[in-house]
């Protein structure tokens, strides 16, 4: 019933697939972090940690802000969850409005008999 | 088949929402009803206005007007606690009992929206296409539609505090 892009998946995925990455989820669902800290902790050039940020950041699992000189890590909104929140807004108004016209509906059939015995008659 | 006829009547009220692409969003529904019937309450606006607004979302429907040919307008005026908005549009295909096509122009985030109605067994099949023009638009018509409408609400609400202080 639900589906989700295709290119979000792609994303999560190769986001996932590193282990260093998996790693900084993992750091990050214990407390935010600055990126310098991170790349200390992973043994990481500061480079090199930005790049696995920036594909973190792309796939939406984890945003930054700037303050200041430190730029923060958190883990992101899961996007996953958000798409289907989204999609469930759609079906939530598309299911009522349908069971509206379901019964709309069945009110012409049943008026459509009637009149059909009336003609008949 | 006896089997696939026993569950056919949970199978035929779902709705189902899929996006197709960055613009595009899919929905179907299968209405127990002839094509005919499904058809004339998408176009006639005194069937139309009894099912578009249902009334959980909290609106009234004000007034509908619909022209239903090629090139004629549609326009929905709805209120929601004292505040009012349109809705307002163009038809560009109408093919009786099987296709309706039409555009959304309140803003430049209006879509273009295409429905079928494609009957079998007494029963008719409801496709419901959105195509709109940018990722942004779709995107916004998700989260938006509902929440914007609420956040709107929110302020005016406030902004009477404030006029009644």
Redesign the interface.
């Known amino acids: 019933?639900?589906?989700y892009?295709q290119a979000h998946f792609d994303a999560s995925f190769a986001a996932l697939s590193d282990v260093t990455r998996r790693g900084v989820l993992e750091q990050l669902g214990r407390a935010d972090a600055s990126i310098t800290y991170l790349a200390e902790k992973f043994h990481m050039t500061l480079t090199g940690m930005k790049k696995h940020v920036g594909i973190l950041e792309q796939a939406g699992l984890v945003t930054t802000e700037k303050v200041g000189r430190v730029r923060t890590c958190k883990l992101g909104l899961c996007r996953l969850e958000e798409e289907a929140a989204?999609?469930e807004?759609?079906?939530q108004?598309?299911?009522?409005?349908?069971?509206?016209?379901?019964?709309?509906?069945?009110e012409?059939?049943r008026k459509?008999k009637v009149d059909g015995r009336k003609k008949s008659k | 088949m006896d089997a696939r006829r026993a569950s056919e009547p949970d199978l035929m009220?779902?709705?189902?929402?899929?996006?197709k692409?960055?613009r595009e969003?899919v929905?179907t529904?299968t209405?127990?009803?002839p094509a005919r019937?499904?058809f004339?309450?998408w176009t006639k606006p005194e069937?139309f206005k009894?099912?578009?607004v249902?009334k959980?979302?909290g609106m009234s429907l004000l007034s509908c007007e619909m022209d239903v040919r090629v090139g004629g307008r549609y326009r929905l005026e709805f209120s929601y606690e004292g505040s009012k908005s349109a809705f307002f549009g163009t038809y560009k295909e109408v093919t009786p009992h099987s296709r309706l096509v039409w555009t959304n122009e309140e803003s430049e985030d209006g879509a273009v929206t295409t429905v079928t109605f494609e009957e079998k067994d007494g029963k008719t099949l409801?496709v419901?296409h959105e195509l709109y023009p940018s990722k942004e638009a779709l995107?916004a018509a998700?989260?938006g539609?509902?929440d914007a409408m609420v956040e709107t609400f929110a302020q005016l609400d406030e902004l009477l505090v404030t006029l009644v202080v």
Do not use: C, Y
């Open positions: 019933m639900v589906q892009s989204w999609i807004r759609f079906h108004l598309w299911a009522t409005r349908f069971d509206e016209l379901d019964n709309v509906v069945e012409l059939k459509e | 009220k779902r709705t189902t929402v899929e996006r692409s960055e969003i929905v529904r209405i127990n009803g019937l499904v004339e309450a069937l009894r099912w578009w249902p959980s979302m409801l419901m995107d998700g989260t539609a509902a």
